[in-house]
């Protein structure tokens, strides 16, 4: 009669004893709540099966812990929150939510024979993220022997620079990648400074604009962290969901919650993803190193497929009841989550 509705869980972050509610019922509530492995911002509102881990998470870890904090920044900022807006998941009309984040953007100006950091604006063109470079000129430097950068913005202050550096003032490079109307504004304003210039030389093959640079913060590589370990004990439940909760993983879990980090090194990231072929999917697979003096329980991560995120989740050897290693995606134009054979992956060496 009085069978309670509830069965006592540890949550996985907090390990709190918990309530969870086995079945709905009126009146009770579960301290509980659904948590989506790959955070669900990340993936496109119709995609069918997202994997979620149901009663495994707490409420308090869920909303406080994390989502107001540690997710929000991954999904606004950096590689991940840009391609948001390029894959279509984030609507470009709420362009002024992204931040930065450590990404960095380059062009190869003509002449030049390396990739040189610019300033990107990102726009909303009818709804289509277009990413521009903010015009720049360069200008040879006397003081420093080489050619310095003056974006659009700084031109005006190109005299007291001009004193400064010693520039030659003779020859510009513009920095418009190929863009008429973006040389046209640098031309003007050169001539507000009361400097003369007919025409510019026009690129015929304007760059690509490349990633050049990136370093997310603590806080987007705990996100990472947290999607990595999540998909861990998602495929834990299949066997023995009470894995993830041993003290093997109370580093990473610290770490997630945290920010301490475990000692070693415990985080690689790479600049490529970790499938094969040019697709923007996101994956995650599990893996161990059985060297028995160096046992590890590994799960790489890759978001939208450009960089992968390893991460060292215990430095125990392996017990019999950890799943065997595996992969999945969660497939972006399917909009399904799936395993996938491990030779479908990019091998380690070739990342
Ligand atoms: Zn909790």
């Not at 470009?92 to 190869?108: A, Y």
């Amino acid at each position: 009669m009085n069978q309670s509705p509830y069965e006592i869980r540890k949550c996985l972050y907090c390990l709190k004893p918990k309530n969870h509610l086995l079945r709905k019922k009126k009146g009770f509530k579960s301290d509980f709540t659904k948590e989506h492995v790959m955070h669900d911002a990340l993936l496109p509102r119709e995609f069918t099966d997202a994997p979620t881990l149901v009663g495994r998470i707490c409420g308090e870890c869920n909303t406080n812990n994390f989502g107001n904090t540690i997710d929000r920044e991954l999904t606004r900022s950096g590689y991940e929150g840009f391609q948001r807006y390029k894959a279509g998941i984030k609507p470009t009309s709420k362009l002024n939510e992204l931040k930065q984040g450590g990404l960095g953007f380059g062009v190869q100006p003509p002449g030049m024979d390396e990739y040189i950091p610019a300033n990107v604006i990102h726009k909303d063109d009818q709804g289509i993220l277009t990413t521009k470079i903010e015009p720049f000129l360069l200008v040879y430097s006397r003081r420093q022997g080489k050619k310095i950068q003056i974006k659009l913005s700084d031109i005006s202050t190109i005299n007291s620079l001009a004193q400064k550096e010693d520039l030659d003032l003779e020859q510009f490079t513009f920095g418009t990648n190929g863009s008429e109307a973006d040389d046209q504004k640098l031309i003007s304003a050169l001539k507000a400074q009361g400097i003369d210039i007919l025409a510019s030389i026009s690129e015929t093959q304007p760059s690509a604009l490349l990633i050049t640079e990136y370093a997310p913060s603590s806080e987007m590589i705990r996100a990472l962290a947290k999607i990595a370990f999540n998909y861990f004990a998602l495929i834990c439940e299949k066997t023995e969901p009470s894995v993830p909760l041993m003290s093997d993983f109370d580093e990473i879990r610290e770490f997630i919650k945290s920010g301490t980090e475990p000692a070693g090194v415990f985080f690689i990231m790479q600049g490529a993803g970790l499938l094969r072929g040019n697709v923007g999917d996101h994956s995650a697979v599990l893996k161990y190193s059985d060297d028995s003096s160096a046992p590890a329980v590994i799960v790489q991560v890759s978001i939208f497929n450009c960089f992968t995120y390893s991460f060292v989740l215990s430095r125990q050897p392996r017990s019999a009841n950890f799943p065997e290693p595996q992969a999945h995606k969660w497939d972006l134009k399917k909009k399904r989550f799936g395993r996938i054979p491990l030779n479908l992956l990019i091998p380690t060496s070739e990342r």
